[in-house]
């Protein structure tokens, strides 16, 4: 069965410092999408992407924040200038599409430690 | 705009008592509703979904919610819990609007006692 992906399943980073989180959707979706969920907390949503521009956004996601399909097939999310409260398990959506009987298909997500 | 209301934020419950976890969603349009398991340090597990049809809807783990539009509810039940079910379940409501995103409930934290 076809799954989401993401990598690295924990990073840890230096407060300032730029990481990018990797998913690799589900091949023939056409939404993506990036989740926050601080520890304790519920999850948040960040931002969805579709035909290669944000389509919506939170207003966590600020310009700190940026995303992009390098390829076919990655899906990232940049952090410029890490913060302590930027430590959270990140996730990664995709769906086909927005007709009807369609669901988001979550990956296992990101641990990022700010320190 | 869509909002999702888990009612409880701790049931604790003994094992092999039933349990039900409450969730109340807001919407202007037309949704379609999830509960999520998530263990600690893991990722979100579907447990089961309604997209439309049957408003009893059956799920992994002997898990099952129904859906009432009138009520605006999603409520989640096991007849017969287990050790192992003592987790974080978290009701989410996704539109197709708004860029299909999804909607996540503060979470209920069940705690299957022996």
């Known amino acids: 069965e076809p799954e989401v992906t993401q990598t690295p399943s924990h990073q840890v980073t230096q407060m300032g410092q730029e990481v990018i989180l990797r998913c690799v959707p589900i091949?023939?979706?056409?939404?993506f999408y990036w989740y926050r969920q601080i520890l304790g907390q519920k999850v948040e949503f960040l931002v969805s992407?579709?035909?290669?521009?944000?389509?919506?956004k939170s207003e966590i996601f600020d310009d700190q924040f940026s995303v992009e399909r390098p390829d076919g097939s990655n899906f990232t999310l940049k952090i410029r200038s890490t913060k302590l409260e930027d430590s959270a398990m990140y996730f990664c959506?995709?769906?086909?599409?927005?007709?009807?009987?369609?669901?988001?298909?979550f990956g296992p997500g990101t641990r990022l430690t700010v320190l | 705009a869509q909002s999702v209301t888990q009612l409880d934020s701790q049931v604790p419950v003994f094992e092999e008592a039933p349990v039900e976890l409450r969730c109340n969603y807001s919407?202007?349009?037309?949704?379609?509703l999830f509960w999520y398991v998530q263990y600690p340090n893991q990722g979100l597990q579907l447990l089961l979904k309604?997209?439309?049809?049957?408003?009893l809807v059956k799920g992994i783990n002997g898990f099952e919610a129904e859906f009432n539009k009138s009520q605006t509810s999603f409520h989640l039940r096991k007849p017969s819990v287990h050790i192992s079910d003592t987790a974080e379940y978290f009701c989410?409501?996704?539109?197709?609007?708004?860029?299909?995103?999804?909607?996540f409930g503060d979470g209920t934290t069940l705690t299957v006692k022996p």
């Open positions: 091949s023939n979706h056409l939404y």
């Open positions: 309604y997209l439309s049809g049957s408003t």
């Open positions: 992407f579709y035909n290669n521009e944000i389509s919506e």
């Open positions: 989410a409501v996704s539109d197709f609007t708004n860029a299909g995103k999804s909607t």
């Open positions: 959506a995709s769906r086909a599409d927005r007709g009807q009987y369609n669901e988001q298909f």
């Open positions: 919407s202007s349009v037309s949704v379609y």
